[in-house]
């Protein structure tokens, strides 16, 4: 073989190795999720704005399945067993080209819950991800049960997402795809029991927090959106300007909170990790609707939406507060003392109350201000401890 075709050993990487971040690789793979994410959000977006909204939660807590799921699989295989060779990138490709037929059966999945093209960008994707679970399983002795039990556990699962693309719509098959989505959440703890595969924390929980600013950034764009709608009519300026500065406030204030803890902490045990993974996936879904509910707070001001202010203030609220407990959940908990962890739930609850303020967001914004100067006051238990250390 041309030394240009040789292919490195897949080899669990050392969870332990230094200065492990994200790659060149992995950030190029993100773009494509900022494609599908937008997505998602512009037609969750519409769905609200029109009044849908169970039929628009419905099918964006679906196709956001699809997104998270794809991605934090590819991102748990990388802080395992990357390698970065040509074979290994082609397949990231793959998987890339799939993200992007995902997020053009976004549109059809909310308007006509036509699956067709959504299910067939994730299972191009998740194909792809078994070669890559086959290859590790050849050159990784201790780790080939687990790699081949999630090579076949996945395989399965995309062979009857295929056929369930031929049940008729209805109740069955409704139910058949909460089995299915309850499958693919069920191969990682299955595949674990034959030997848990190594992560890196600082790498793996890195790689969320660059995820995290994908679908904040969503929210920025929202911000700017309702400047830009600020300067094509006059009547409406002051409200805009108002909802755009408020947007920044609060996303600013949500980098904040995500970012205060050491995440790395989160994810020791292999329950700890299924427990953070997991529950991501109400943080990002929660994170992206945000700025689809800004968008629909711009549609209510310049008159353009069938919901009421109050109604459309809880699309912005509701997120919010799912993101806050989330991340308070699963990662501010055990390093915060009892002020943080008493102000942040708090807050969050309190944030629900926004929409009965007459101006939108206000509420919001002056809550997550305090939020933030707690933290700021409260740093991390270890954090802490580790400066009065330094200074004794």
């Known amino acids: 073989m041309p030394p240009q075709l040789h292919l490195s050993s897949m080899r669990p990487r050392d969870p332990a190795e230094p200065g492990r971040s994200a790659s060149p690789l992995e950030l190029f793979f993100d773009l494509v999720f900022v494609v599908a994410v937008a997505t998602a959000a512009v037609q969750l977006h519409h769905a609200l704005t029109e009044n849908h909204v169970a039929d628009g939660l419905v099918s964006y807590a679906i196709v956001f399945f699809g997104i998270w799921w794809a991605w934090m699989n590819f991102t748990w295989f990388a802080t395992s067993f990357g390698t970065d060779d040509w074979l290994y990138r082609v397949l990231t490709f793959v998987q890339m080209a799939g993200v992007l037929v995902l997020a053009a059966g976004i549109e059809p999945t909310f308007t006509d819950r036509d699956f067709t093209l959504l299910v067939v960008g994730y299972v191009i994707m998740r194909f792809a991800m078994v070669a890559q679970w086959l290859r590790a399983s050849r050159t990784s002795v201790e780790f080939r049960r687990t790699c081949r039990r999630y090579a076949a556990g996945i395989a399965v699962v995309q062979v009857l997402w295929i056929l369930w693309l031929f049940i008729p719509e209805g109740p069955v098959a409704s139910v058949v795809l909460v089995l299915l989505i309850a499958g693919e959440l069920a191969v990682p703890v299955v595949a674990e029991r034959a030997g848990n595969t190594p992560w890196h924390p600082h790498h793996i929980t890195e790689r969320y927090g660059l995820f995290t600013l994908i679908l904040l950034g969503e929210s920025l764009l929202a911000s700017a959106n309702a400047i830009i709608e600020a300067l094509h009519g006059e009547e409406e300026l002051a409200p805009l300007i108002s909802l755009a500065i408020l947007t920044f406030i609060v996303t600013a ?93 708090v807050g969050a609850l309190l944030v629900l109350f926004d929409p009965f303020i007459p101006v939108p967001v206000t509420l919001t914004a002056v809550l997550l201000i305090a939020i933030v100067v707690v933290l700021v006051l409260h740093p991390p238990v270890g954090e802490r401890n580790s400066e009065r250390a330094e200074q004794h």
């Open 253 to 345: 204030s949500l980098f904040w909170i995500y970012f205060w803890p050491p995440h790395h902490r989160a994810i020791g045990s292999l329950s700890q990790s299924i427990r953070y993974g997991y529950v991501h996936y109400f943080v990002f879904a929660a994170a992206g609707a945000f700025s689809a509910g800004i968008e629909v707070e711009i549609d209510v001001l310049t008159h353009h939406s069938e919901l009421t202010e109050t109604q459309a203030s809880f699309t912005v609220t509701v997120p919010i507060a799912i993101f806050i407990l989330g991340i308070w959940w699963i990662a501010m908990r055990a390093n915060a003392d009892r002020v943080v962890n008493t102000v942040v739930p």
